[in-house]
């Protein structure tokens, strides 16, 4: 099992910054990709960025330019540094862990953890 935890949402005007973490703990190993997640009240859970175990990145194309996420794989953390901060940013923040694995030859699980959440709100 893995637990995540995520920290450093909060209240910022647009144009601000923000800079959230996500420590990961348990059972890590194998863990094929991280990523971020967000939810806006009323709406369904978006992807924002992932990183696979290789390093490579993706975003959606709401947050291209303007989001950067890294991991530090010593401190078994992930991060997500969002920068020019808009309005229509304002949701819970959740982070995500992904593992595949064999259950037995030929066959695969795929395994999701979620963190609790975090609250970032964008207003003026």
């Known amino acids: 099992q893995v637990q995540l935890v995520e920290s450093g949402g909060g209240l910022v005007q647009p144009g601000g910054s923000l800079r959230l973490s996500c420590a990961a703990s348990?059972?890590?190993?194998?863990?094929?990709?991280m990523g971020w997640y967000r939810q806006a009240p009323g709406q369904e859970r978006e992807l924002v960025a992932t990183?696979?175990?290789?390093?490579?990145?993706n975003y959606a194309d709401s947050v291209k330019g303007r989001f950067t996420i890294s991991r530090d794989n010593a401190k078994n953390t992930v991060y997500l540094q969002m920068n020019s901060l808009k309005p229509e940013d304002t949701a819970v923040y959740y982070c995500?862990?992904?593992?595949?694995?064999?259950?037995?030859?030929?066959?695969?699980?795929?395994?999701?953890?979620w963190g609790q959440g975090t609250q970032v709100t964008v207003s003026s």
């Open positions: 990183i696979t175990s290789g390093g490579s990145t």
């Open positions: 995500n862990a992904h593992r595949d694995y064999p259950l037995y030859s030929g066959v695969y699980v795929n395994d999701d953890y």
């Open positions: 348990g059972s890590i190993f194998s863990i094929n990709a």
